[in-house]
């Protein structure tokens, strides 16, 4: 269950056409398709009473399926490439509603970040507190000295995003951290009012970056692997 006994779902939205990595939710992974170790992850958190994947792919379903996750095919309009999640939960939690099927807590679980863990969506999901807070993130902190950012004008010259922070120690600015892009959480009825994943009062879940990782490119799966190969041997 969720946190204060509230009721959970996971959703994992898996579309078959993904366009950089072309059907990256079945890349093998550690001896399995990547979209497994997210089921598993998610099934093995403390949270959910249901673990649903939502596709438009048959071969995911099936795989989703026998992973012991609930397998929902999405509606074809909600399978084109400029569809945003929101909209794919938000029918999920219409399709539960038919079936007399209601949630207090929605967790969106991406299937392609094979190395976060259960503990980091058990994380996430503890922050949802309804009347305090209605939406959460995984987040990691920059790798980069983000008080240092530079803009890009029309005529191709540089400025300083913040130029009051610009000549600050690193160990003295602002610690900067951005959604990793594996996990969030929301209540639901504030996230069916909002209609996005990002709301007033959000809460980040820190996370290091040996388990961000979220597959969109050949870069990422050569670091996930480099990820996945130091922790087996035991390198910290």
Same mark, same amino acid.
């Given at each position: 269950?969720?946190?204060? /006994?509230l009721?959970?779902i996971? =959703?994992?939205?898996?579309?078959?056409? /993904?366009?950089?990595?072309?059907?990256?939710?079945?890349?093998?992974?550690?001896?399995?398709?990547?979209? *497994? !170790?997210?089921?598993?992850? #998610?099934?093995?958190?403390?949270c959910?009473?249901? *673990?649903?994947?939502?596709?438009?792919?048959?071969?995911?379903?099936?795989? #989703?399926?026998?992973?012991?996750?609930? #397998?929902?095919?999405?509606?074809?309009?909600?399978?084109?490439?400029? *569809?945003?999640t929101?909209?794919?939960l938000?029918?999920?939690?219409?399709?539960? #509603?038919?079936?007399?099927?209601?949630?207090?807590?929605?967790?969106?679980?991406?299937?392609?970040?094979?190395?976060?863990?259960?503990?980091?969506?058990?994380?996430?999901?503890?922050?949802?507190?309804?009347? =305090?807070?209605?939406?959460?993130?995984? =987040?990691?902190?920059?790798?980069?000295? =983000? !008080?240092?950012?530079?803009?890009?004008?029309?005529?191709? !010259?540089?400025?300083?995003?913040?130029?009051?922070?610009?000549?600050?120690?690193?160990?003295?600015?602002?610690?900067?951290?951005?959604?990793?892009?594996?996990?969030?959480a *929301? !209540?639901?009825?504030?996230?069916?009012?909002?209609?996005?994943?990002?709301?007033?009062g959000?809460?980040?879940?820190?996370?290091?970056?040996?388990?961000?990782?979220?597959?969109?490119?050949?870069?990422?799966?050569?670091?996930?692997?480099?990820?996945?190969?130091?922790?087996?041997?035991?390198?910290?």
């Amino acid at each position: 269950m969720g946190p204060d /006994s509230l009721s959970a779902i996971a =959703v994992i939205p898996a579309r078959g056409g /993904s366009k950089r990595l072309p059907r990256k939710a079945l890349i093998p992974f550690r001896g399995e398709p990547m979209i *497994v !170790h997210s089921i598993r992850a #998610a099934q093995d958190a403390s949270c959910f009473e249901t *673990v649903l994947v939502s596709s438009d792919d048959e071969e995911i379903l099936e795989i #989703a399926g026998k992973a012991g996750a609930t #397998a929902y095919l999405r509606p074809g309009e909600l399978a084109g490439d400029d *569809v945003p999640t929101a909209p794919v939960l938000l029918d999920v939690l219409e399709a539960e #509603a038919q079936e007399s099927r209601s949630w207090d807590i929605l967790a969106c679980i991406y299937a392609t970040a094979p190395l976060r863990t259960a503990d980091d969506i058990n994380g996430v999901v503890s922050l949802i507190e309804p009347g =305090v807070c209605h939406f959460a993130m995984a =987040v990691t902190a920059a790798d980069r000295p =983000v !008080h240092q950012a530079l803009r890009q004008d029309t005529t191709g !010259h540089l400025e300083p995003v913040w130029p009051d922070l610009l000549n600050t120690n690193s160990q003295d600015a602002p610690k900067f951290l951005f959604g990793n892009g594996t996990t969030y959480a *929301v !209540h639901v009825p504030a996230f069916q009012k909002t209609g996005s994943l990002y709301g007033p009062g959000l809460r980040g879940y820190e996370m290091p970056r040996s388990r961000s990782v979220d597959l969109d490119t050949e870069e990422d799966l050569a670091l996930l692997q480099y990820y996945a190969g130091r922790d087996s041997s035991g390198t910290q």
